[in-house]
């Protein structure tokens, strides 16, 4: 109990409270304090408050008992039943469980990782390769941007943002890095010095952040759901797009560049017609929150990830599903599609990365590793994964 928020100063009456950083509780927490005279629920997999009670005196004290039997149950039965997490776990500051000991009879495909990179101080939330593979950056818990050099190992640190850093996008120039954070603003910095050179503040957190192929223009999605397309040449917005229930978790850009695919926590993708901000199409087979999106660099299917556990492969044209990945036993966060079109790496709440092929969804290799974020390297030889302890650490794919 003692790694409960402590609330030394109660609510007063018809004062919201919100809670997001609750250890151990996927799907309810519950705020206890010195004086409890009101304590607020939080469903987590509805991303809402659930009731608000307000007590006084002895009720007060008989509903925290019942809290507190309450929580014990819950703990008791996840030790019996683990649960999926309906959500990405470090959208609402998830701690990340202890893992058990790797068992390599578990994971006979697993091997040593060629590389591990420390700096940052929390949870890596997402990575990107440089265009030319000699860097990659990685942003996430700890409010700031790392760009390391594979080559020297130099590593540079771009701060600026006052939330986790949420997506990172190079252009493709490989001159710029652009970032979309929790503290609701989207930063674009020089790649090289590390110098804020743009900064938009939004009016709710923005979760994703992608760059045209083109390097014209770039779009982020935010926390209401809305998507914004801006002019990187004269840094003017050039249409917003509207459809999302939800945040939007990811995005990516069609390869000829004239399509954007949105994936949102309101369960479906869209598809955009970037000219026109037109919504062509909606993608609904995923059951929980859509957390990742890739194109296939030929720009003929989508994979996407869920919280439901399972990889999906699509067609754009029309939404029809040709391949189901359900390797996973929990949230899926993130996944990559190889830059040579022939695997995809996906990454989970259980624990491990698994690789596909993504002709026929064959299962490769597992990786054993706790984190959030995957992204393959430019020459597909390479994968780097984000840490929950501030780690990357690359392999080797053969």
């Known amino acids: 109990m003692d790694n409960f928020p402590q609330l030394h100063h109660p609510p007063a009456d018809n004062q919201e409270v919100e809670i997001t950083d609750l250890p151990g509780h996927a799907e309810e927490g519950y705020l206890k304090g010195r004086l409890v005279r009101a304590f607020l629920v939080w469903q987590r997999s509805a991303g809402q408050k659930k009731r608000v009670w307000r007590l006084s005196g002895l009720l007060a004290m008989c509903a925290l008992v019942i809290v507190l039997l ?13 649960r999926p997490v309906s959500v990405p776990a470090a959208a609402y500051g998830f701690v990340f469980p202890t893992r058990p000991p790797f068992n390599p009879a578990l994971y006979p495909h697993s091997s040593q990782p060629d590389a591990v990179y420390n700096g940052q101080q929390g949870a890596v939330r997402t990575i990107a390769w440089s265009p030319d593979g000699e860097r990659f950056a990685a942003g996430g818990f700890d409010n700031t941007v790392h760009v390391w050099n594979t080559v020297t190992k130099q590593e540079l640190i771009y701060r600026g943002h006052t939330n986790q850093v949420m997506s990172l996008v190079w252009s493709p120039d490989g001159k710029y890095i652009a970032s979309a954070s929790q503290d609701s603003s989207v930063q674009i910095w020089d790649a090289t010095t590390g110098r804020k050179i743009w900064e938009y503040q939004d009016s709710t957190p923005v979760w994703s952040v992608i760059w045209a192929p083109d390097g014209a223009s770039f779009a982020f999605g935010d926390g209401a759901g809305t998507i914004q397309i801006w002019n990187f040449q004269t840094l003017q917005k050039l249409r917003t797009l509207t459809g999302h229930l939800d945040a939007v978790a990811a995005l990516a850009w069609s390869p000829d560049g004239t399509r954007l695919v949105s994936a949102s926590m309101d369960f479906t993708l869209r598809i955009w017609q970037v000219s026109t ?100 390297s430019p020459d597909a030889k390479h994968i780097a994964v984000g840490g929950s302890k501030g780690q990357v650490t690359i392999w080797t794919i053969s």
Request: a negative charge.
């Open 277 to 376: 901000g037109k919504s062509l199409l909606t993608y609904s087979q995923h059951g929980d929150a859509v957390t990742a999106v890739a194109w296939s660099p030929d720009g003929t299917l989508i994979a996407s990830a869920s919280a439901d556990t399972t990889v999906q492969i699509w067609k754009p044209e029309n939404g029809a599903r040709v391949l189901l990945f359900q390797g996973h036993t929990n949230a899926v966060d993130s996944l990559a599609w190889s830059p040579d079109g022939t695997r995809i790496a996906s990454i989970s709440d259980d624990g491990t990365v698994q690789v596909w092929k993504a002709q026929n969804g064959q299962h490769i290799a597992t990786y054993f590793v706790d984190g959030l974020c995957v992204s393959w």
């Open 70 to 82: 309450g929580i014990i149950v819950s703990n008791v039965t996840g030790l019996l039943r683990p």
